[in-house]
C-alpha cells in the first residue's frame, strides 16, 4: 500500500551541500522508522540514517557530524541534509520505511534516487 518517491538527488561538490525528501503515500501506521540507505558500486547497501515516530536518531559513523535526518509527520515526509559531502558518498540513496506492531513489522523501500560528489 506505501509508496515513497525520493527527490534531491544530483550533482555536488566536495564540501558542498545537498538535501534529500522522501514523501510517504498510504497507510503509515502510528509505529514506524524512517529513514535513508545508500549503495555504492561494488559495495553493499548500507545504513545511512533513521528517524523513529518518536524523534529518536541513529545515524552511520561515516556520516555523524555532517549529515542530518528530519522527520515532518504531518506532511509524512523524511529529509535528508547532507553536509560537507565527499566523494566517498556517491552513491545511490534510497528512502526507508519500517512499520510495526507487536509480533510483525513490514519494509518498504523507494525506488533510489543517485548523488554524485565530484568536482
Known amino acids: 500500500q506505501v509508496q515513497l518517491v525520493e527527490s534531491g538527488g544530483g550533482l555536488v561538490q566536495p564540501g558542498g551541500s545537498l538535501r534529500l525528501s522522501c514523501a510517504a503515500s498510504?497507510?503509515?501506521?502510528?509505529?514506524?522508522?524512517m529513514g535513508w540507505y545508500r549503495q555504492a558500486p561494488g559495495k553493499e547497501r548500507e545504513l545511512v540514517a533513521t528517524i523513529t515516530n518518536g524523534g529518536r536518531t541513529n545515524y552511520a559513523d561515516s556520516v555523524k557530524g555532517r549529515f542530518t535526518i528530519a522527520k515532518d509527520d504531518a506532511k509524512n515526509m523524511v529529509d535528508l541534509q547532507m553536509n560537507i559531502v565527499k566523494p566517498e558518498d556517491t552513491a545511490v540513496y534510497y528512502c526507508?520505511?519500517?512499520?510495526?506492531?507487536?509480533?510483525?513489522?513490514?519494509?518498504?523501500w523507494g525506488q533510489g534516487t543517485q548523488v554524485t560528489v565530484s568536482s
Open positions: 526507508y520505511l519500517k512499520v510495526y506492531g507487536v509480533g510483525w513489522s513490514y519494509d518498504y
Open positions: 498510504g497507510s503509515i501506521f502510528r509505529l514506524n522508522v
